[in-house]
T-cell receptor, first 114, second 114 residues
Framework: QQQVKQSPQSLIVQKGGISIINCAYE??????FPWYQQFPGKGPALLIA?????SEKKEGRFTISFNKSAKQFSLHIMDSQPGDSATYFC?????????????FGRGTQLTVWP | EAQVTQNPRYLITVTGKKLTVTCSQN?????MSWYRQDPGLGLRQIYY???????DKGDVPEGYKVSRKEKRNFPLILESPSPNQTSLYFC?????????????FGSGTRLTVV
């Protein structure tokens, strides 16, 4: 059972455009929602994260929007650049009996073409 | 440099031949975890450890063993590898299960079982 559902599976965006990746979850026992960026041949690296008591977090060109009632969150990449081409994973961290466990979405392969 | 080190990076083995993938972190992190990454399936947790001598199953533990005798090391053991364990494996660590720092991932081990 996929705890975190991510879409789209792949995304092609023109340079300067906005990339949007969406995630949804069912389990309310999550307390932290990070996004990871992975380049070929590398491990995932933390990009940006948000807590559920915040509706939006922005770091440079990257913004997370969080809708607690809808159990959805999304990553927006403004002014997308070719260097942003990578695989992006959303995740949700458990609490209580699943404390610290990270559940990942299936990933979105982003291609930004010049 | 703060990092998670996995060895080897690449490994080709035959069915049934026991192998160990090592993982070491130099950040004094309490929480460590193993994931496998397969195309279209994202990152799935194999085992995790909240601290020394404390380990627990993730979502796909069958066919794997782990141990946590020291804080810095968390080896992944495949007692009798099978072709369906061909995958890209990542070790990750975090200060603890509650820290809002995300996981630090290693560079990955690409395992092929023939």
């Amino acid at each position: 059972q996929q705890q975190v559902k991510q879409s789209p599976q792949s995304l092609i965006v023109q340079k300067g455009g906005i990339s949007i990746i969406n995630c949804a979850y069912e389990n309310t026992a999550f307390d932290y929602f990070p996004w990871y960026q992975q380049f070929p041949g590398k491990g995932p690296a933390l990009l940006i994260a948000i807590r559920p008591d915040v509706s939006e977090k922005k770091e440079g060109r990257f913004t997370i929007s969080f809708n607690k009632s809808a159990k959805q969150f999304s990553l927006h990449i403004m002014d997308s650049q070719p260097g942003d081409s990578a695989t992006y994973f959303c995740a949700a961290r458990g609490r209580g009996s699943t404390l610290g466990r990270l559940y990942f979405g299936r990933g979105t392969q982003l291609t930004v073409w010049p | 440099e703060a990092q998670v080190t996995q060895n080897p990076r690449y490994l080709i083995t035959v069915t049934g031949k026991k192998l160990t993938v090592t993982c070491s972190q130099n950040m004094n992190h309490e929480y460590m975890s193993w994931y496998r990454q397969d195309p279209g399936l994202g990152l799935r947790q194999i085992y995790y450890s909240m601290n020394v001598e404390v380990t627990d199953k993730g979502d796909v533990p069958e066919g794997y063993k782990v141990s946590r005798k020291e804080k810095r090391n968390f080896p992944l053991i495949l007692e009798s590898p099978s072709p369906n364990q061909t995958s890209l494996y990542f070790c990750a660590s975090s200060p603890d299960g509650r820290a809002n720092y995300g996981y630090t991932f290693g560079s990955g081990t690409r395992l092929t079982v023939v």
